[in-house]
């Protein structure tokens, strides 16, 4: 189904060459619709997103430092800028479709409380502008400190989750894991 307003959809990956393709469905498909498109990413991944038509780019780092204070992301900071930049798109867009990586730039460098009131953030400016978010994670799902509350913070904050794609990984884990219980039990 399309995103609706106020979905916020987030995908787990550890490959930014699997990543990038749901983004790009994600952003074109709202592009082909007439939608406004935002990508507020790390400008080495803009072109990743191949995208036909006109989107709204941002440096995530140099955004993220406009929203910052004392460690902590300020919802009027937010507000003004993320905000303003939804509204003025509402105007002449019938819907937006937004993509993130400023929480993902948090969560990386370990700033798990500040990347979870970002998210939070999020979710009350599109109750005010109504639009969709995809945010993504570079995490390792399999990882047990990834998933030992990671995932929990993080899918709590989302309406949908795309899972990682890194399959054959996921079956080395299987594998190993079988291993491990196979060896114990003999």
Not at 97 to 103: D, F, K, S, T
Not at 123 to 136: E, M, Q, R, T
Not at 165 to 178: G, K, T
Request: proline share 4%.
């Amino acid at each position: 189904r399309d995103p609706q307003p106020g979905d916020h959809i987030v995908q787990v990956y550890q490959d930014l060459g699997c990543h990038a393709e749901p983004v790009t469905s994600y952003l074109q498909a709202g592009l082909d619709a007439g939608e406004a498109a935002i990508v507020i990413a790390r400008p080495e991944h803009w072109a990743r997103f191949a995208l036909k038509g006109e989107a709204v780019f941002l440096d995530a780092e140099e955004t993220l430092g406009k929203l910052m204070a004392n460690g902590m992301p300020k919802w009027d900071l937010f507000y003004e800028l993320v905000g303003g930049l939804i509204s003025a798109q509402r105007r002449t867009h019938k819907a937006v479709r937004a993509y993130g990586e400023m929480v993902d730039i948090l969560w990386q460098r370990g700033e798990r409380e500040a990347a979870t009131r970002l998210e939070e953030f999020w979710n009350d400016l599109a109750k005010v502008h109504g639009f969709s978010l995809f945010c993504a994670y570079y995490m390792d799902p399999l990882d047990s400190a990834s998933y030992g509350g990671g995932m929990q913070c993080v899918c709590k904050t989302h309406t949908h989750l795309i899972p990682a794609r890194d399959y054959a990984r996921l079956d080395n884990a299987v594998i190993e894991a079988s291993r491990k219980v196979l060896d114990r039990a003999l």
